[in-house]
């Protein structure tokens, strides 16, 4: 810092904030222009008709497009900001010696804010394992942190409004508290590979609270980066599926088998018929979206999403390394069974 910047360092401070406030207004004004564009693309420069379905799907491609690309990075960068504040490290010591049942809650709250990945869940599992935590209290986190997912919230709330989005975490949270409970009941520990019993957890510097608030902003344009330059393929497949179900699939059909007046064996078969796919939030919000247009029923919708995106098939694959394939398929089948649950209660209330 030279002689210049040392005699004014309000100005330094205060120059990441003006920054984000200038970006900030320059998101508004686009985000309030998306509507009046996808339209005038559609009807006018493409010259597809008011009403049609080719009009409505492509329509409907053009607003969600950009909506969901400029909701992921508006939001993706407020919560990095606020996760910047966290670490796994800390959940880590925040867990340690806390009692059943208040550990499954932390532990699942811990989980929303905590940044995390398939590729983490092996490290996480033998820091938490090695650190005493019960092994229902890690699955507690290990099932709210993808679960819960950041894109998922910012994409619901986006297109459903806040009630919704905050029915999201609430069931997620529900999710992973009760599932944790119920496998720290079962008393599975002997399911646990035994290297990981004999394991020592090396923790890592926790640099979360020494950083500036222009380093948690650098960190936040980061984070946005990466994760769009990650989902945007998604979003577009999701969106391109979303609008071709928007504009081609007949209300009737869905309805049959997603709506409220389904028979109730087809939410099972809705959320089992989920566990081979693979895909991210970004992916199937948008196809979320598309179903409840169509007459799907927003629990059975809801817990379609959630099944597809909460059992993670790479994260499966990766526990595999420290869990035996009886706890896996608990695992598994417990969290599945919550989905299936919280469908129905969705379907009952909303």
């Not at 496998?183 to 926790?206: A, C, K, P, T």
């Not at 599926?241 to 809705?270: F, N, Q, R």
């Not at 608990?330 to 649950?341: D, Q, W």
Request: include cysteine; aromatic fraction near 10%; charged fraction near 15%.
């Amino acid at each position: 810092m030279d002689a210049a910047q040392a005699a004014v360092p309000g100005r330094i401070e205060r120059e990441p904030w003006t920054h984000v406030i200038l970006a900030a207004l320059l998101w508004l004004a686009l985000y309030n222009l998306i509507e009046p564009l996808s339209r005038w693309i559609s009807h006018a420069l493409l010259g597809l008709p008011v009403g049609s379905q080719v009009g409505e799907a492509v329509a409907f491609f053009f607003y969600d497009v950009p909506k969901i690309l400029l909701l992921l990075s508006g939001m993706i960068f407020v919560i990095t900001v606020v996760r910047s504040f966290f670490s796994a490290e800390r959940a880590r010591r925040l867990l340690s010696g806390k009692r059943v049942g208040i550990g499954n809650v932390l532990a699942a709250t811990l989980g929303i804010v905590t940044p995390f990945c398939s590729c983490s869940a092996v490290a996480l599992f033998i820091g938490f394992v090695e650190s005493g935590i019960p092994l229902g209290v890690t699955f507690s986190f290990l099932i709210a942190a993808p679960v819960i997912n950041e894109v998922a919230l910012i994409l619901l709330f986006g297109m459903f409004g806040w009630k919704v989005a905050v029915l999201y975490v609430t069931s997620g949270l529900t999710i992973a508290i009760l599932a944790g409970l119920v496998i720290g009941r079962m008393r599975l520990e002997r399911y646990v590979e035994e290297f990981v019993w004999r394991m020592q957890f090396r923790s890592g510097e926790d640099a979360a609270a020494a950083l500036t608030w222009e380093g948690r902003f650098a960190q936040a344009r980061d984070a946005v980066r990466e994760i769009l330059k990650n989902v945007w393929a998604y979003v577009l497949v999701g969106i391109a599926v979303g609008a071709g179900i928007h504009g081609y699939v007949p209300t009737d059909a869905l309805a049959g088998y997603m709506g409220k007046d389904a028979p109730w064996w087809s939410l099972p078969l809705v959320v089992f018929a989920a566990l081979p796919l693979y895909s991210n939030a970004a992916g199937m919000a948008p196809v979320l979206q598309a179903l409840v247009e169509k007459g799907a029923a927003l629990g059975s919708a809801l817990a379609f999403m959630m099944a597809v995106v909460g059992v993670s098939l790479p994260e499966t694959i990766l526990l595999r390394r420290v869990l035996k394939p009886q706890l896996i398929a608990v695992f598994v089948g417990v969290v599945m069974l919550a989905i299936i649950i919280t469908g129905y209660l969705f379907n009952a209330v909303l």
